[in-house]
């Protein structure tokens, strides 16, 4: 399986609508991969807190358009990272989305771990309730969102789901790249699944991105890093690795802690 992940950079000098078009174009420059990545709140920026309310979308909103028509034309499954969605009462929420190679949607997730800690996304926006998974021809994917890497309950959750390949869309910081980049090895090695975690690139609302997006195997080998600027990190694996760890070391088997978790 290849998958590409796009380290984009979000910065205050490029508009939204400008933004989607090149992002757009490096998706569609795809074509080939199996699977293609972005980061979270890409059109907007994960720290711009104030910009949330401007920028919110309906589910079906612009992004929405413009990236089901991308994995359409590269026909790629899509995760098109996160959007901040606006529902049809008003509420706001911090959403993947992810689409068919013939652009239909296959699954939205709304990030369920908000970052903030009593003010910004925290409070701006709804948190999600439900674990997302997506079916693919050769693997399962498991949806989360940056902040979610700090919680390992969900990812266990997505396991218990079906999960195979665990995807991660973030905006993480520089000054806590060390964690990012453990956390992702972790996730990894507890839940024998890969872990392809793509996150943003340059500056904005004032705070460096870490980039450094991430692809690591079941054992927790780093298969792929990307640097800290925009980028695409391309990596072949083979899904059917997960199988094969879990059946030669079978620690899930051993659990003894249990945890009910919602399913979609």
């Known amino acids: 399986m290849r998958a590409s992940l796009l380290q984009i950079d979000v910065n205050e000098t ?3 609508d400008s933004r989607r078009v ?6 569609r420059e795809q074509a080939g991969a199996d699977l293609v990545v972005l980061p979270e709140l890409w059109t907007t920026g994960a720290f711009a ?10 589910l079906e909103g612009p992004t929405y358009e413009v990236m089901a028509k991308a994995a359409s034309d590269a026909g790629v499954w899509l995760h098109a990272g996160s959007i901040p969605e606006r529902d049809p009462e008003g509420a706001l929420y911090n959403t993947s989305l992810v689409f068919s190679p013939s652009g239909e949607l296959a699954g939205a997730y709304r990030k369920i771990h908000r ?14 309730a439900e674990l997302v998974t997506v079916r693919l021809p050769v693997t399962t994917l498991g949806l989360a969102t940056c902040y979610d890497l700090r919680f390992p309950e969900l990812f266990r959750g997505l396991v218990d789901a079906g999960a195979e390949t665990l995807v991660l869309a973030a905006g993480w910081p520089e000054r806590r790249r060390a964690h990012w980049t453990l956390l992702a090895q972790a996730r990894a090695v507890e839940n024998q ?11 904005h609302a004032g705070v460096p991105q870490a980039g450094h997006s991430i692809v690591v195997d079941p054992w927790g080998e780093v298969l792929a890093e990307a640097g800290s600027g925009e980028e695409v990190l391309t990596v072949e694996f083979d899904p059917a690795r997960v199988g094969v760890t879990r059946e030669q070391f079978p620690a899930l088997k051993d659990r003894v802690l249990g945890l009910e978790t919602p399913r979609r």
């Open 14 to 16: 490029e508009s939204v």
């Open 22 to 27: 090149r992002v757009a174009s490096l998706v």
């Open 49 to 58: 807190y104030e910009g949330f309310g401007a920028e919110a979308e309906p």
């Open 115 to 128: 970052f903030g800690f009593d003010k910004g996304e925290a409070v701006l926006m709804g948190a999600g």
């Open 193 to 203: 699944a890969y872990v392809l975690a793509c996150g943003t690139a340059g500056t």
